[in-house]
């Protein structure tokens, strides 16, 4: 009996020791646990684009791959700095100079292109001053403290131009704490229908005449000398400033006279959700020199065209500025092209790599492949969005905004893949309709917006100009690579 009990005891202390250590050996492996678990589901199906599962150290998000196909992508918590790829020739080999022969009239006769920009009001490289006010009405009272609200502006501002110029600019703002009561009634006054011409519309103030008449209140407690420009904001109350109004202009006032950027805020940008920051810096991209509004074609992948999407700044653009650093750009002219994967860093994240590839066809025309994510200075882009863009630059061709977006009519367009049949991404979006005589109906619908043919997934390929284009693997950034087409 005892030597049963002996046996079996013996049993016991063995069966106890390999139990541990097992649970050791599942202890150190992390299993059974349900991150391992979770990240078996890697290249998996998912059902609802955006959908995370938290794991430890990193995260499952449900993305668009190929063939239509929903996946989990296994994503880090941490972002590092990327070591910028090798470029062949240097940036300044794709950074075209403007090539326009017949210059058309009109208010974007005088902004650029190309590298370097025409200076308007503002220097794009340095430092800048300039004033926003906050005006309301007798009829049109302002609610809410306007310097709470610019604080958070204002701050947004600084942050976009330091990363995006690299700390090569910068705009010193002042503004009141309070509302300025202008002298004019908000009846008095209107930014419809047109904007950039000094007439006045019937017995208001538009355009020039507008603005001079807010520049009147404006000197009576600023030197307007010390600024570049001047930004108005009225009160939501103020129907009659429902759209933006944009100047670079000699304005007479009392005192004198003021040169300078003379601006009005579209306050139904507040009904379009519209952050106020974008549609400033917007405008402070023209008064540096850009034409901007192109690559456009109601894509959301720029602040150049539109504010419902990504608001970071195409590196064209930047190169324009005179912004871009060494090891920003990697440039290859085609002649020279030879098989290359490029790690990109999407343009609307704070993080340093390689933002843009660019391969010079001609001596007017380059190619400019850029990543998108949903980031910092890309909120708008729904959770799960990422890819590749590419579009066509032309800098023989001049914007011309009296027509629809083509190569004909825009110096930069985005191309459309015509091997990738993808839906349109449904999305909530914001409509207006404005009558003949000014008045304006809106509001808000769900239904499909911009066409995804326009943006790589991962395994998806673009052949243009006889240059293959792949998304080989994605991630937090993309890796691209660009070849020969066969």
């Known amino acids: 009996m005892s030597q049963n009990i002996h046996l079996r005891h013996s049993s016991i202390r063995k069966s106890s020791k390999a139990l541990a250590v097992i649970t050791a050996i599942l202890l150190v492996s992390g299993l059974p646990d349900a991150a391992v678990a979770n990240e078996k589901k890697v290249g998996k199906s998912c059902n609802k684009i955006g959908e995370r599962i938290n794991l430890k150290e990193s995260y499952l998000e449900c993305r668009w791959k190929s063939e239509g196909k929903k996946v989990y992508f296994l994503l880090t918590k941490i972002i590092e700095d990327l070591n910028p790829s090798i470029s062949p020739e240097p940036y300044t080999n794709c950074r075209l100079p403007e090539a326009i022969k017949n210059r058309l009239d009109g208010w974007n006769s005088y902004v650029s292109i ?18 926003f006010i906050p005006v309301d009405f007798k009829d049109a009272v302002g609610v809410g ?43 008095e006054l209107t930014t419809w229908p047109d904007l950039a011409k000094p007439s006045s519309p ?6 020039i005449s507008l603005v001079e008449a807010l520049l009147a209140d404006v000197e009576q407690t600023y030197d307007l000398s010390k600024y570049q420009g001047v930004y108005f904001l009225p009160s939501l109350a103020a129907k009659s400033l429902e759209n933006g109004v944009f100047l670079n202009n000699t304005f007479n006032t009392p005192k004198g006279s003021f040169t300078g950027g003379g601006y009005i805020y579209g306050n139904s940008a507040f009904e379009r959700e519209e952050f106020v920051w974008a549609f400033i810096i917007h405008d402070f991209l023209h008064s540096f020199g850009l034409a901007l509004h192109a690559p456009g074609q109601e894509l959301p992948f720029g602040i150049q065209d539109t504010t419902f999407g990504g608001l970071g ?38 993080q340093k790599g390689t933002q843009s ?130």
């Not at 190309?114 to 004033?131: E, H």
């Not at 019937?202 to 355009?207: A, E, M, P």
Request: proline share 4%; with cysteine; hydrophobic share 30%.
């Open 202 to 207: 019937g017995d208001k103030l538009s355009g």
């Open 357 to 486: 590839i660019m391969i010079k066809l001609s001596d007017t025309q380059v190619l400019v492949i850029e990543s998108h994510r949903r980031d910092k200075w890309g909120m708008k882009f729904l959770p799960g969005f990422y890819g590749v863009s590419t579009y066509l630059v032309d800098t023989s061709v001049q914007n011309d905004p009296t027509k629809p977006a083509s190569k004909s009519t825009r110096f930069a367009n985005y191309i459309k893949n015509t091997q990738t049949n993808k839906d349109r991404l449904v999305n909530r979006r914001y409509w207006q309709e404005t009558d003949a005589k000014g008045n304006r109906k809106s509001g808000w619908v769900t239904q499909p917006t911009w066409d995804m043919d326009f943006i790589l997934f991962e395994n998806e390929s673009l052949v243009t100009n006889g240059i293959k284009i792949t998304l080989k693997k994605s991630g937090h950034n993309d890796l691209v690579r660009i070849e020969r087409a066969q």
């Open 145 to 187: 403290s306007p310097e709470k609200m610019l604080r958070t502006e204002v701050k947004k501002i600084y942050e976009w131009l330091d990363w995006y110029s690299n700390g090569k600019v910068s705009i010193q703002i002042d503004y009141p704490k309070s509302w300025l009561r202008s002298s004019k009634l908000a009846s």
């Open 114 to 131: 190309a590298y370097p920009v025409v200076k308007s009001t503002l220097d794009p490289l340095g430092s800048n001053t300039y004033l």
């Open 313 to 350: 700044i195409n590196e064209w653009d930047t190169m324009s500025l005179g912004w871009t650093n060494d090891g920003d750009v990697y440039c290859v002219s085609k002649e020279n092209l030879k098989t290359a994967e490029i790690q990109l860093v999407p343009i609307e994240r704070e």
